[in-house]
């Protein structure tokens, strides 16, 4: 969804534009965990514990739930992430062009627009990185899932069996591994995040006043040197 967002954001249509905003992501996040949570309510009626362990029956749900996840988690969201992605970076890259080599001269000074904002830019590249963590921690459990699904009917040692345990585990620890680094990746990628994060940190919680922050860019502070 953040990707979409990033794509209608730095859309040239004004139309598209008005599809990333604050009023249609609450929408959409809400929207969002509803539908997961309907999805998964097939997770109470086929799922058994056995021996202390939670897992899905056995046989053809077997084999559909571990596609159903493969898809879910891995596929379709990376497949969504590329696509969405690439029309985003074709955005940013037709706005570089048609704005980089607009040059004009005023006042003997020549002046040159910026291609996107601060702000856009920093948001693209967190966005970036969390795609790249997510294909990295979450890659592992669908592949692991469409392998348990292929070889569901297959005779396995002790040995072999717990392998397999172990290291279906291990995709499930990458995945929360993946969630938990999020607000990790955000501080390091984004000078803007860091600054409101401190700011939410001096007044709500040590009940000071906010730092000012300037709020006039580097290229309207030219122009009106200029003027």
Request: aromatic share 14%; hydrophobic share 45%.
């Amino acid at each position: 969804m953040a990707s979409v967002d990033r794509y209608f954001a730095s859309s040239h249509s004004a139309l598209r534009r008005q599809w990333s905003s604050p009023k249609i992501a609450i929408r959409l996040i809400i929207g969002n965990v509803i539908f997961w949570c309907v999805t998964y309510v097939q997770v109470i009626i086929f799922y058994n514990i056995s021996t202390g362990i939670c897992w899905y029956q056995l046989g053809a749900y077997g084999v559909f739930f571990s596609i159903f996840i493969a898809i879910g988690i891995g596929i379709l969201p990376l497949l969504l992430l590329f696509i969405f992605g690439l029309l985003t970076a074709n955005n940013v890259h037709k706005t570089g062009q048609r704005i980089e080599p607009i040059g004009t001269m005023h006042g003997g000074r020549h002046i040159q627009g910026s291609k996107t904002s601060k702000k856009d830019a920093q948001l693209h590249k967190m966005l970036a990185n969390q795609v790249f963590i997510f294909i990295i921690f979450n890659m592992p459990n669908p592949c692991y899932l469409v392998y348990k699904a292929l070889t569901v009917n297959t005779s396995k040692s002790l040995l072999r069996s717990t392998t397999e345990d172990f290291g279906g585990n291990m995709t499930y620890a990458l995945i929360y591994l993946g969630f938990s680094l999020t607000f990790l990746n955000f501080i390091i990628s984004s000078d803007m995040f860091r600054k409101e994060f401190l700011q939410l940190i001096r007044t709500k919680i040590f009940r000071q006043h906010p730092i000012p922050v300037a709020t006039v860019r580097r290229d309207n502070k030219k122009n009106c040197e200029i003027n």
